[in-house]
């Protein structure tokens, strides 16, 4: 069974940074695309990044673009949101997601496209 583990989540005070991971066993890592969705309390989950099966290329919802990098190793089978600039409209669960295309597409913000799921990690940011 595929497992999906994030951790690094926290709180930081805004303008902090932090780092989350996502560690992936039981699947073959390069076929898929990478995602990063969040959820806040009330609110719909929502992609804000993804990243192609070799890393050479990353998608970013504009409200993270220039603050959030994503990236992975696909030695250790990670995968990482290097956070910056954090804001307290950043405060949301965030799970990490495979999809089963090695690209990201056009669809890449669609939650249901995205097959398997962690826990999840929760980042709180305060003013």
């Known amino acids: 069974q595929v497992q999906m583990v994030e951790s690094g989540g926290g709180l930081v005070q805004a303008g902090g940074s932090l780092r989350l991971s996502c560690k992936v066993s039981?699947?073959?890592?390069?076929?898929?695309?990478m995602g990063w969705f969040r959820q806040a309390p009330g609110k719909e989950r929502e992609g804000i990044s993804c990243i192609s099966w070799s890393g050479s290329r990353t998608d970013y919802v504009d409200s993270v673009k220039d603050r959030f990098t994503m990236s992975r190793d696909n030695e250790k089978n990670l995968v990482y949101l290097q956070m910056s600039g954090l804001k307290p409209e950043d405060t949301a669960m965030y799970y990490c997601?495979?999809?089963?295309?090695?690209?990201?597409?056009?669809?890449?913000?669609?939650?249901?496209?995205?097959?398997?799921w962690g826990q999840g990690t929760q980042v709180t940011v305060s003013s």
């Open positions: 039981r699947l073959t890592f390069v076929n898929y695309a």
């Open positions: 997601a495979a999809k089963d295309t090695v690209y990201c597409e056009s669809t890449w913000r669609t939650a249901n496209d995205f097959i398997y």
